[in-house]
């Protein structure tokens, strides 16, 4: 599996900014998709991860503000972010989770930089 993520960038408090992500998949099922995040000094951490099913989890810092979503058609996962804040500065990292008869294989895409100035 190859992950591609894009959609990283500069943006000032209070803005917006949309992550995507899409994953080959050499025909094999993606289960869970997410996004994790890593400051400098830091380290990475869970954002929000969506299930095949939709079921969604959030980092306690972004509920209310990030929005995961995933198309399935196109093994794509997306977050939507709102409200950024400075302390969202970090690269952030796609991953993908295949079940190969019941083993999870986690994958990681290459991560893309999002800075929020004060």
């Known amino acids: 599996v190859q992950l591609q993520a894009s959609g990283g960038g500069l943006v000032q408090a209070g803005g917006s900014l949309r992550l995507s992500c899409s994953a080959s998949?050499?025909?094999?099922?993606?289960?869970?998709m997410g996004w994790y995040r890593q400051a400098p000094g830091k380290q990475r951490e869970l954002v929000a991860v969506?299930?095949?099913?939709?079921?969604?989890n959030y980092a306690d810092s972004v509920k209310g503000r990030f929005t995961i979503s995933r198309d399935g058609a196109k093994n794509a996962v997306y977050l939507q972010m709102n409200s950024l804040k400075p302390e969202d500065t970090a690269v952030y990292y796609c991953?993908?989770?295949?079940?190969?008869?019941?083993?999870?294989?986690?994958?990681w895409g290459q991560g893309t930089q999002v800075t929020v100035s004060s």
């Open positions: 998949t050499s025909g094999f099922t993606i289960n869970a």
């Open positions: 991953k993908a989770v295949q079940l190969r008869a019941g083993v999870p294989f986690s994958y």
């Open positions: 969506i299930s095949s099913g939709g079921s969604t």
